[in-house]
């Protein structure tokens, strides 16, 4: 998979580039992207041939202190009724703080999300970059078991709606 | 219990009259409020004689247009770390929405949010004021079976976090 | 001259009573309004007797971080489109920089500003409060002489209009 | 000159590239770009080769929907303090609205912006795009002319500074 990088979002050039790169493309929505813009530039790497996209939320940018970005969790609800492309969500990269992945990613499970973008690292201290927004791989371990009774739920309940 | 507005918030003769009431105190996140304001306002009640606030996320104003405002969950986890507050989510207001209203619940309920101050009309086609926003009490039903599953999850963590 | 500081903006009560107070208020735009809101505060103002009402752009909260606030001098222009009541810019707490003070309050007078809220304190180092934004009393002086000439061209643009 | 637009400010293989074009390069911040951004970028730049970069401030999302964008003018005084480099200021782009053009464009010259980008078309209704915020040929005449003679003002300022 090709991941498009927020700062790449509004990248024509490269965006009908990898709309012929014949391999699923993630997409990360741009730090002050509208939802609307998100899902423009989803369809024209669609025009350039490639309709196997994934899209991702990261965060916007925002007044907010507290958290690196502010991660818009009803977006992706939004997303989830304009769009039939799959829709992640980066908890690390949200909020930009190791403590509050968990939750979020439960959250963003819990809003509908089809997956997650987790930083992690092994010794996160010593990490090049984003080292405290990386999760170790015992944390990672630890999230994913609490993660799984809110997949499982989430699971049913798109069966049920399929039925 | 009584109810202080997001466009009250900052208003601190307010604050302090409500800190001498002898009743719970919802208070609103202001609509451009940092996290630390919002704790510096029930520190305001507290120090005025009234230690039993209930916070509520309802959402920050952003460029975002699809919503109404944004539903800043990420600070409601946050708010968990920084004080033994409890806290509610407002996905009403938050997204301005009917149809975002379920899904941001249920992404409330995990984020660890303690409630939530979901708007209702018989009939909101005929709502006075937020009738876009509004559940009918059948949808508000079905939404509370779906979310039934979410918070046993909550509350089996909850219970296993402490033993 | 009663000020109604920007924490204050959407307080009705106590726009109600300035309503009635006979005196002429200056109105600061809260945090994170819309010039809308900032007009509908002053027609409430005048709808409670007191039509004698100064707006003020104290700048808005955005994820700028150099400054303390967004100065939303375009704001400003469109207020002198929208409205016959006079409008103000606070530099100071726009900007929250001594430094920015001067060029800030001379572009002001250029948009069409009827005055400025300008902070000074004797020793701004002692200042209780703001004293990052404050000027001396010599910086003001000499502040005020260098924007003479811009008021005097706006004076002169005035004259030319009316006539 | 080559313009690099505001959605492409972050891409950093065009700056490597027109770092090495040879010719003067107008760098527009991007729609959520902080300032130390900005500068990063046009540092950018000139490490592949090329410093003569002119910046522009073309206006930042926020909540705002009266103006396009929000003009951020003390952003400009902050850059004339922290780069040499000349700075623009796009009042179209800025504002969205042809008639805030001329009172943004007499506020970016009192400000120290060093040039304006302006839209102009010669029937604004039949522009293919940015129509609202062209002025005709002859609104821009008379833009300029109003504009003289503030920029004679900046010129004795700079002057007097100089000597």
Redesign the interface.
């Known amino acids: 998979m090709i991941q498009v990088g927020a700062?790449?979002m509004?990248?024509d050039a490269l965006l009908a580039a990898v709309g012929r790169a014949g391999r699923p493309i993630m997409l990360k929505r741009?730090?002050?992207a509208?939802?609307?813009e998100l899902l423009a530039a989803a369809d024209f790497i669609a025009a350039n041939g490639n309709s196997d996209v994934i899209l991702c939320e990261r965060g916007?940018?925002?007044?907010?202190?507290?958290?690196r970005n502010?991660?818009?969790?009803?977006?992706v609800?939004?997303l989830?009724?304009l769009t039939r492309l799959p829709v992640l969500v980066d908890?690390s990269h949200?909020?930009g703080?190791r403590?509050?992945v968990p939750?979020?990613s439960?959250?963003?499970?819990?809003?509908?999300a089809d997956g997650l973008l987790v930083e992690m690292h092994p010794e996160p201290r010593r990490a090049l970059s984003d080292g405290l927004q990386s999760l170790t791989f015992d944390e990672f371990h630890e999230m994913m078991r609490?993660l799984e009774?809110?997949i499982d739920?989430r699971r049913q309940?798109r069966v049920a709606t399929a039925t």
Do not use: F, H, K
């Open positions: 700062r790449s509004y990248n741009a730090m002050a509208s939802i609307e916007i940018r925002t007044y907010g202190r507290i958290t502010t991660c818009d969790l009803a977006g609800a939004a989830n009724l908890p949200s909020t703080q403590v509050l939750p979020v439960r959250a963003a499970v819990a809003v509908g609490s009774p809110y739920l309940e």
